[in-house]
């Protein structure tokens, strides 16, 4: 493992144009859980499934559901940004590091200091009003009960893209010009399983395709390098070797 570690090193340090692609993984380590981990919550005992909770459909027709699931699962309070957030957010100021395309919705990146993050999915730092549009900030669900509600009577909803709906255009031109455009891609983090984010993956054309990931993913094979571990104990290493 170790010697994996020294190889991406290398690679990092022979690089000028790195993308970072991750997922829930990133965030384990800071105490948010995952969707497809043991202990994801894909593995929790809910009524529904969180791919259900989180779509267009249910969240208009069970919106108490929904903001149920958000208070209890979707939202840790406290959680902070862990070694690989504030490593990428280091390989950024470096010079190194183009952009963090991410799938997470947790704002972990920017806490950390990463000022190029392309957030796929959206944030639930902001939230808007779903019928006069009116921007509220990251507390808005968290210190009301039930169905937030804007003055105007709407329902207040997380400025996420839920299942059902579309990405935006703009996120997706960027993050493929950046993929398209790096010599080193470092996939971390995802099970690669969520689409259309996982497919943007396909844009890479660079030289170096490294993994970072606890379990298997179906594009290990194509990678020149896979480290099967925990991403934040990683970059920890990483940081380490570079002060070495
Ligand atoms: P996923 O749950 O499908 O897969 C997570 C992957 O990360 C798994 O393969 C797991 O083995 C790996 N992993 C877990 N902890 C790790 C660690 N410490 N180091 C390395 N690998 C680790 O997550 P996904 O691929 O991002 O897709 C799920 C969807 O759920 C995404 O669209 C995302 O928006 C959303 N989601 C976001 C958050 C968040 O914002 N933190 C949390 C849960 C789900």
């Not at 290990?220 to 925990?230: F, M, N, R, T, W």
Request: with cysteine; proline share 5%; hydrophobic share 40%.
């Amino acid at each position: 493992m170790d010697e994996r570690i020294s190889e991406l090193h290398r690679l990092i340090e022979e690089s000028e144009r790195i993308v970072f692609f991750g997922g829930a993984g990133v965030s384990t380590e800071s105490g948010i859980p995952d969707f497809r981990s043991v202990d994801g919550l894909y593995n929790q005992k809910y009524k529904y499934p969180p791919e259900t909770i989180l779509s267009r459909s249910f969240f208009e027709a069970m919106p108490e559901e929904f903001f149920r699931f958000y208070r209890d699962k979707l939202v840790v309070t406290g959680a902070k940004p862990n070694a690989a957030h504030k490593y990428l957010a280091h390989l950024e100021e470096r010079g190194k590091l183009a952009a963090v395309i991410t799938q997470n919705i947790d704002g972990l990146h920017e806490a950390a200091g990463s000022k190029k993050v392309l957030e796929l999915h959206g944030t639930l730092l902001e939230n808007y009003c779903v019928r006069c549009k009116r921007r509220y900030g990251p507390n808005v669900v968290m210190e009301c009960e039930g169905v937030p509600r804007c003055q105007c009577g709407g329902v207040i909803r997380p400025d996420i893209v839920l299942y059902e709906e579309g990405l935006s255009g703009r996120v997706l031109r960027e993050s493929v010009d950046h993929i398209a455009r790096a010599d080193l891609m470092i996939i971390g983090g995802t099970s690669l399983a969520v689409y259309p984010a996982a497919g943007l993956i396909n844009y890479f054309r660079g030289r170096n395709l490294v993994l970072i990931n606890k379990s298997p993913t179906a594009v290990d094979s194509e990678a020149q390098l896979v480290i099967p571990g925990k991403i934040g104990e990683v970059c920890a290493k990483l940081w380490a070797m570079e002060q070495d």
